[in-house]
Structure formats: structure tokens, C-alpha cells
T-cell receptor, first 117, second 112 residues
């Protein structure tokens, strides 16, 4: 079974530029997550989709970050304009379902390492 | 909100046992996960606890006490490849859509 795919793996941009990341979840997984992981910290959830609807975007800086999941499969995360503090690894994860009464493991992609100069 | 604490770093020798503690304070609880993350790689799932007690999976075991807000991950017969960061993550209740809150991770260094 193919895992979560992400691209690009690395991106270097200057501040105030725009950048977009792409994620393809595991086939059949209804829930998709975008995390930001700053060096030395645990992943922080930015946005969570259930199929193509947003479930939680409370920690997404909406003035500069946006995300969509058209057709409930692939997703893109965009930053416009980027700031120095956005330098981090952006991880995409997917899980089968949101049901909280059982183990619903999140599987992570390899991440995109973003450097903002 | 949620607060999750785990030690920053632990060092152990090959073949030894290491126990990584995780304490949490949450407004809701619906399971605790442990992930392993090698440098520059994605987190990979290790274990899940939702009821009190010990879950064993080969060389790795995880324990949960919900009343104490406490979990630990036990790594036995340490191997060099176990050098990695170990992340404790708590899943919130239904009112938080099962969101995972991660600790900062414990860097385990295995020495020869």
C-alpha cells in the first residue's frame, strides 16, 4: 500500500514570496491533516479535513496560509506571503476516519522542508 | 487546552532499556499515541493506548494511567537504529474532533 506522498521535499524562498505544497493521502483515507514542525518541537496541527470539508483550522494563520482539498483526495497548502518564522517542515498526514472511539492512526508523509531567507 | 511534557533527551547504551515518560493535562482524552521520528524523516506510529495498562509490541511497550495523566514508552534491547526522537501525542475528545496534540519529543541517543 502506497504511503502519504508530498512534494516538493525541499523549498527555499525569500520572505514575502509565495509557496505551495502538495499532498496525496493514502487511498481511502477520509481525514487529511497539515502540520507545521519547527526544529526541536513536536508537530503542530494547522488544518484538518474530513473528506473535502474543513473540520479544524483554529491554528491556521489565515492572513497568510490557505489550504484546500478539492474532491476530497489531494490537498494543497499555500503560504502567501512567507515570513522568516515560517521556516519549518510541513507534514501531511492522513487517517481512515475521524471516529474517536477506536484507534485511528495518522500516517505521515515525508514532509516538505521550507527555508525562508 | 492541553499540556504535554516529556524529557528533552535521554542517553543509553546498546542492549540496555530506556523508559521515556510523558505527562499530560487535557480537557478531554481519547487515546495516547507514541511516534518515532528519525532525523529528517516523518513520524512513524509505534503504539496506542486508550485504556489503563501496558501494551507490548516486541521490543517496545507503552503504559497508560489515565487517572495520573501519565504514560511511558519502554524500549528494550536497545539497538543503534533506535536513536531517534520519540513523540508523545494525546488525542482530544469528540468536541475537539479527535485532534492530536504532540509533545516536543524526547531525543534518545544510543551509544555503543
Amino acid at each position: 500500500e502506497a504511503g502519504v506522498a508530498q512534494s516538493p521535499r525541499y523549498k527555499i524562498i525569500e520572505k514575502r514570496q509565495s509557496v505551495a505544497f502538495w499532498c496525496n493521502p493514502i487511498s481511502g483515507h477520509a481525514t487529511l491533516y497539515w502540520y507545521q514542525q519547527i526544529l526541536g518541537q513536536g508537530p503542530k496541527l494547522l488544518i484538518q479535513f474530513q473528506n473535502n470539508g474543513v473540520v479544524d483550522d483554529s491554528q491556521l494563520p489565515k492572513d497568510r496560509f490557505s489550504a484546500e482539498r478539492l474532491k476530497g483526495v489531494d490537498s494543497t497548502l499555500k503560504i502567501q506571503p512567507a515570513k522568516l518564522e515560517d521556516s519549518a517542515v510541513y507534514l501531511c498526514a492522513s487517517s481512515l476516519d475521524l471516529a474517536g472511539d477506536r484507534e485511528d492512526t495518522q500516517y505521515f508523509g515525508p514532509g516538505t522542508r521550507l527555508t525562508v531567507l | 487546552g492541553q499540556n504535554i511534557d516529556q524529557p528533552t533527551e535521554m542517553t543509553a547504551t546498546e542492549g540496555a532499556i530506556v523508559q521515556i515518560n510523558c505527562t499530560y493535562q487535557t480537557s478531554g482524552f481519547n487515546g495516547l499515541f507514541w511516534y518515532q521520528q528519525h532525523a529528517g524523516e516523518a513520524p512513524t506510529f509505534l503504539s496506542y493506548n486508550v485504556l489503563d495498562g501496558l501494551e507490548e509490541k516486541g521490543r517496545f511497550s507503552s503504559f497508560l494511567s489515565r487517572s495520573k495523566g501519565y504514560s511511558y514508552l519502554l524500549l528494550k534491547e536497545l539497538q543503534m537504529k533506535d536513536s531517534a526522537s520519540y513523540l508523545c501525542a494525546v488525542r482530544g475528545g469528540r468536541d475537539s474532533w479527535g485532534k492530536l496534540q504532540f509533545g516536543a519529543g524526547t531525543q534518545v541517543v544510543v551509544t555503543p
